[in-house]
Nanobody
Framework: VQLVESGGGLVQPGGSLRLSCVGS????????MSWLRQAPGKDIERVAS????????YYAPSVKGRFTISRDNAKNTLYLQMNSLKPEDTANYIC?????????RGQGTQVTVSS
């Protein structure tokens, strides 16, 4: 199983970023998927999750209304559109298989929100 994230970077407060995660060596379309994040010195946090057919999503209260999770099963790709970014969104963003339990994770992509 491989999960490879991309799209992170440095962005000013109020800006936007779109993260991508390409999955391989497993049947992507049959798994719920999630984005997690971990800031330095803090516990890992579940940011958003999406079911296999995209009909049901979950968002952490801290990102609801600003972030959008989506997926393209034909491309084995998970996305996270992040708008109105805040300094407190700074973290390593990690793609994971699963809805609540996330045993399989990628390495992550760093997002830094700073002026």
């Amino acid at each position: 199983v491989q999960l490879v994230e991309s799209g992170g970077g440095l962005v000013q407060p109020g800006g936007s970023l779109r993260l991508s995660c390409v999955g391989s060596e497993f049947t992507f379309e049959t798994y719920d998927m999630s984005w997690l994040r971990q800031a330095p010195g803090k516990d890992i946090e579940r940011v958003a999750s999406i079911q296999t057919d995209s009909t049901t999503t979950y968002y952490a209260p801290s990102v609801k209304g600003r972030f959008t999770i989506s997926r393209d099963n034909a491309k084995n790709t998970l996305y996270l559109q992040m708008n109105s970014l805040k300094p407190e969104d700074t973290a390593n963003y990690i793609c994971a298989i699963g809805w609540r339990v996330h045993d399989t994770r990628g390495q992550g992509t760093q997002v830094t929100v700073s002026s």
